[in-house]
């Protein structure tokens, strides 16, 4: 069911969100045993805000945009009383005394939070088999990875558990697992939505986003969560875009680029549904033409100096007396020590030295400072890019989902997964992952849209022509 249907028929009092929220808990308890994209399930708390949407409804009040729609929230967003670990053992069974801005809109707007899922550590990771509470199936091939950081998030919407949920993507954990799992999933402009109660990975990175089975139940959602919040200092003083009355409108005149440099490395079925991607936005009048920006090769390695530095300070609040939990020892150093050790998993303690390493004295502008160049250059490459064309087209990952535990053991080939979605987050641009047919193996398959900062009505449009033109 989607999440227009869901609404009309709420808020006109034709079926109550306490049945809508009962058949979501319904599926989550038949189908979350083999998949696990839930670490946490709050049907109680769920049934009882759904029946204050119904009681809002039959008293004649306006219950909101999202009334009654359920709802999956990546377990790094903060919800006041409720764990949110981020799927570390040392913020295991932390309950927050505050809510995120985007779980607040959600309430208000008569959304219904039905839990928290699972995802990679601290969001750090491809496949969500990083987290310390085991991994999330992909609901396409139980043997597969969903993708990540974000996996619960996306596979529980591919489950149809939930008809929308949010993640974070700080390299790609958004776009990725959409790309993955078939559904839609949203990167927008950093700054659009605030981030105030995200647990934060990278901070000049980090930005929450939309998962849906459809586009305009993306939009739907984006509009919901994005807009100025005066608690977030990155906030951007504006209104949230308009996307919904613009899905239909086409890309007639538009100028699109298909990034050859975002086909890099990408398998031959991956590439051929892009290419299939332009022919469909060609078809819709877009003027397509080939692009190379060959800048954007550079973007992992500055990523995995930069996200790793900013981890390495957002991280040390997990001294065992700030945040999280403690592991006692004879002093406040040995107790630092043994709550950091057994408290982080191997990933998450990687990124920290390599960041820490990244910041010393000696070395900092031999990588930190170097990789900030090349920031620079990614985000002058992708401004003289916009100069020629509206939108850039590309892959969203290099293959198809992958088996569980094929990566694991090696990170260089895990952090490739994110070599065509991590760009775009140096530069704070919007992109989104839409599902274009499936690979050879049958999986799923995402095209990704990328576009300048605030550009998302035009990438909802070209979102929506594809969406409707796609294979299998
Ligand atoms: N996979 C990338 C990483 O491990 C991106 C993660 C993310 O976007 N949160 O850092």
Redesign the pocket.
């Known amino acids: 069911m989607n999440v227009v249907e869901i609404v009309t028929q709420v808020r006109a009092g034709e079926r109550s969100a306490v049945s809508v929220t009962e058949e979501s808990l319904g599926r989550i308890a038949s189908h979350d045993g083999e998949i696990h994209a839930f670490l946490d399930v709050q049907a109680d708390r769920a049934l009882a805000r759904a029946a204050a949407v119904d009681r809002t409804v039959a008293a004649g009040s306006d219950p909101g945009p999202l009334a009654g729609v359920p709802i999956a929230l990546k377990d790094n967003l903060c919800q006041r009383g409720e764990v949110t670990s981020c799927a570390s053992k040392i913020l295991a069974g932390w309950r927050p005394p505050y809510d995120a801005t985007v779980v607040s809109r959600l309430e208000a707007a008569g959304a219904i939070v039905v839990g928290k899922t699972n995802m990679d550590e601290f969001?750090?990771?491809?496949s969500t088999e990083n987290s310390a509470f085991g991994p999330t199936r992909n609901p396409r091939n139980t043997s597969r990875v969903p993708g990540?950081?974000s996996g619960g998030s996306a596979a529980a919407v591919a489950a149809s558990m939930v008809p929308l949920s949010l993640g974070?993507?700080?390299?790609?954990?958004i776009r990725q697992p959409a790309a993955l799992c078939g559904v839609v999933g949203v990167k927008p402009t950093y700054g659009l939505v605030s981030r105030y109660g995200l647990i934060a990975?990278a901070s000049s990175l980090d930005q929450i986003g939309p998962f849906a089975s459809s586009v305009a139940d993306a939009a739907w959602l984006l509009e919901v969560i994005a807009g100025h919040d005066a608690r977030d200092t990155t906030s951007l003083v504006m209104d949230a875009p308009s996307l919904v009355d613009h899905l239909d409108d086409g890309v007639a005149g538009l100028r699109v680029g298909l990034c050859t440099d975002l086909l890099e490395g990408c398998a031959p079925d991956v590439t051929a549904k892009v290419r299939s991607a332009a022919e469909a936005l060609s078809a819709a009048g877009a003027t397509v033409t080939e692009i190379a920006i060959p800048e954007l090769r550079y973007g992992l390695s500055a990523y995995y100096l930069l996200?790793p530095a900013e981890a390495s300070s957002n991280l040390a609040r997990y001294d065992g007396v700030r945040y999280g939990n403690r592991v006692d020892a004879e002093d406040v150093a040995a107790m630092n020590t043994a709550t950091r050790t057994q408290g982080f998993g191997d990933e998450v303690k990687r990124r920290i030295m390599l960041g820490t390493y990244a910041l010393s004295a000696g070395y900092y502008d031999a990588y930190y400072g170097q990789a900030q160049r090349v920031r620079t250059l990614i985000i002058n490459a992708f401004a003289s890019a916009y100069e020629s064309v509206d939108l850039l087209l590309g892959a969203t990952t290099p293959t198809t989902a992958f088996e569980i535990g094929a990566k694991v053991g090696d990170p260089m080939s895990m952090y490739l997964?994110?070599v065509c979605t991590i760009p775009t987050n140096l530069a704070g641009h919007p992109a989104l992952s839409v599902p274009f047919g499936t690979g050879d193996d049958g999986m799923p398959i995402g095209v990704q849209l990328l576009g300048p900062a605030l550009s998302e009505e035009r990438l909802f449009r070209a979102a929506s022509v594809l969406e409707a033109g796609a294979g299998s």
């Open positions: 969001a750090m990771g491809s990540g950081s974070s993507d700080t390299g790609g954990s990975f996200a997964s994110d």
